[in-house]
Nanobody, 126 residues
Framework: QVQLVESGGGLVQAGGSLRLSCAASGRTFSSDAMGWFRQAPGKEREFVGRISRSSIVTNYADSVQGRFTISRDNAKNTVYLQMNSLKPEDTAVYYC???????????????????WGQGTPVTVSS
């Protein structure tokens, strides 16, 4: 069983920054790829980015490429999402998720993840 708890969300002005954290329980964290997704009101959940278990590989959605950075600290069982140059369209609830090791080809889809946190809301004001 894996439990994920996000934190760090809040209200920020456009152009500002936030860093989200996702604390994971379970002994397999260092063996798991992790992803971040977001869901805006009235919209489907969308992929933000992911990081491989060793941090060697990161991938991002085009909409956040160059502004967001995912990192992880396996010693702390924590994955981070650094968000810079925030825009009002980044407003959403942000979720971290564990990549399902049996669904490696689906890392851009929510179907490729099997454990989810409860989400942390981010609001970017214009």
């Amino acid at each position: 069983q894996v439990q994920l708890v996000e934190s760090g969300g809040g209200l920020v002005q456009a152009g500002g920054s936030l860093r989200l954290s996702c604390a994971a329980s379970g002994r397999t964290f260092s063996s798991d790829a992790m992803g971040w997704f977001r869901q805006a009101p009235g919209k489907e959940r969308e992929f933000v980015g992911r990081i491989s278990r060793s941090s060697i590989v990161t991938n991002y959605a085009d909409s956040v490429q160059g502004r967001f950075t995912i990192s992880r600290d396996n010693a702390k069982n924590t994955v981070y999402l650094q968000m810079n140059s925030l825009k009002p369209e980044d407003t959403a609830v942000y979720y971290c998720a564990r990549a399902d090791p049996t669904q490696n080809g689906l890392w851009r889809s929510s179907r490729g993840y099997d454990y989810w946190g409860q989400g942390t809301p981010v609001t970017v004001s214009s």
